[in-house]
């Protein structure tokens, strides 16, 4: 099988989004007057992103879902995504699980893969992922303001508490382990979430790297700063299986959770509340926005505590 017959037998398919999907040097879409597109990209590093013996029908899952993701939190709509793959060797048995996931997470979302690329080498996934929205209607980085309320959706820490077992830091219960392995390996974009917060967030991001330095992108943004309630940040059951200070580092700082953290003005607290009970969905308030330029942690007391979390960072190394 040559590069061609690859891509033809494992990722060619109807383009149901777009006039144009692969086959030329170029796929052709259209987007609706009054509509503006919103275009975001991500590149997962065998090692560095996923394990090297990671499921490929998860894999394919995952790649995408953490490209929802970004979508999700500008209030997008999805519709098509391009996927540029670097393979060490013509694996077809993992090609065809990779590919079965792949397209079961986008068959989930009404999202078409409209082109790509596949060369050899380390292996690397990248994925292009575009959507639309109403012009003006994006959820920004840059919308929060002093006052506003800060909200998470769904429980966090829970893929880092995998992590963490898989790298031998602790040792999970079987039963334990095997839940917080699927919230790390099959993330939930919050797709619908992210389109109803258009008009009552005033900021928005998704969660990759750990709760408190993706929020200090909201408030870099934003030019302003954030206090957030330790007692108050929800965080998956299974964590109790871990001792305090890793149980914390997993939900403030963890990262690969995908949920969304927003802020919204506090006469927006009803409406977010009868979402949540519409999705049924947790939606849970964990601080609010400041003056300032840093986010503080505080305790059950509202004293402030050390943050001793800096949160994900592609280029810190372990020695």
């Given at each position: 099988?040559?590069?061609?017959?690859?891509?033809?037998?494992?990722?060619?398919?109807?383009?149901?989004?777009?006039?144009?999907?692969?086959?030329?040097?170029?796929?052709?879409?259209?987007?609706?007057?009054?509509?503006?597109?919103?275009?975001?990209?991500?590149?997962?590093?065998?090692?560095?992103?996923?394990?090297?013996?990671?499921?490929?029908?998860?894999?394919?899952?995952?790649?995408?879902?953490?490209?929802?993701?970004?979508?999700?939190?500008?209030?997008?709509?999805?519709?098509?995504?391009?996927?540029?793959?670097?393979?060490?060797?013509?694996?077809?048995?993992?090609?065809?699980?990779?590919?079965?996931?792949?397209?079961?997470?986008?068959?989930?979302?009404?999202?078409?893969?409209?082109?790509?690329?596949?060369?050899?080498?380390?292996?690397?996934?990248?994925?292009?992922?575009?959507?639309?929205?109403?012009?003006?209607?994006?959820?920004?980085?840059?919308?929060?303001?002093?006052?506003?309320?800060?909200?998470?959706?769904?429980?966090?820490?829970?893929?880092?508490?995998?992590?963490?077992?898989?790298?031998?830091?602790?040792k999970l219960p079987s039963d334990v382990a095997e839940r917080c392995d699927l919230r790390l390996d099959v993330p939930v974009p919050r797709i619908e979430l992210g389109l109803r917060l258009r008009g009552i967030a005033s900021a928005a991001l998704d969660i990759s790297d750990g709760l408190l330095?993706?929020?200090?992108?909201?408030?870099?943004?934003?030019?302003?700063?954030?206090?957030?309630?330790?007692?108050?940040?929800?965080?998956?059951?299974?964590?109790?299986?871990?001792?305090?200070?890793?149980?914390?580092?997993?939900?403030?700082?963890?990262?690969?959770?995908?949920?969304?953290?927003?802020?919204?003005?506090?006469?927006?607290h009803k409406a977010i509340i009868a979402l949540a009970d519409e999705l049924e969905l947790g939606l849970t308030l964990v601080g609010k926005i400041i003056q300032g330029n840093t986010v503080h942690l505080l305790d059950a007391s509202r004293q402030p505590l050390p943050i001793i979390f800096h949160?994900?960072?592609?280029?810190?190394?372990?020695?």
């Amino acid at each position: 099988m040559n590069e061609f017959d690859l891509i033809a037998h494992y990722f060619k398919r109807p383009a149901k989004n777009a006039d144009l999907g692969i086959g030329d040097d170029a796929a052709l879409v259209s987007v609706a007057a009054g509509h503006q597109l919103a275009i975001s990209a991500d590149m997962l590093v065998e090692g560095r992103h996923f394990f090297s013996d990671a499921d490929p029908e998860r894999l394919g899952r995952k790649v995408l879902a953490v490209n929802l993701s970004d979508l999700a939190a500008m209030g997008a709509k999805p519709s098509w995504f391009t996927l540029s793959l670097a393979l060490p060797k013509m694996d077809e048995p993992w090609l065809e699980a990779f590919s079965r996931g792949l397209f079961a997470m986008a068959g989930e979302h009404d999202i078409s893969l409209i082109g790509g690329d596949t060369t050899c080498g380390p292996l690397t996934i990248a994925i292009q992922i575009a959507g639309s929205l109403p012009r003006g209607q994006a959820l920004l980085r840059s919308g929060a303001r002093a006052g506003d309320e800060v909200w998470v959706s769904g429980p966090l820490g829970g893929a880092a508490a995998a992590v963490m077992h898989r790298t031998g830091r602790v040792k999970l219960p079987s039963d334990v382990a095997e839940r917080c392995d699927l919230r790390l390996d099959v993330p939930v974009p919050r797709i619908e979430l992210g389109l109803r917060l258009r008009g009552i967030a005033s900021a928005a991001l998704d969660i990759s790297d750990g709760l408190l330095a993706d929020l200090r992108h909201i408030c870099e943004q934003s030019a302003c700063g954030a206090e957030v309630r330790l007692d108050a940040v929800p965080f998956v059951e299974d964590l109790h299986a871990l001792p305090e200070h890793l149980r914390q580092e997993a939900f403030l700082a963890g990262g690969d959770d995908y949920e969304l953290c927003f802020t919204a003005a506090p006469d927006q607290h009803k409406a977010i509340i009868a979402l949540a009970d519409e999705l049924e969905l947790g939606l849970t308030l964990v601080g609010k926005i400041i003056q300032g330029n840093t986010v503080h942690l505080l305790d059950a007391s509202r004293q402030p505590l050390p943050i001793i979390f800096h949160g994900f960072d592609h280029f810190a190394y372990e020695s």
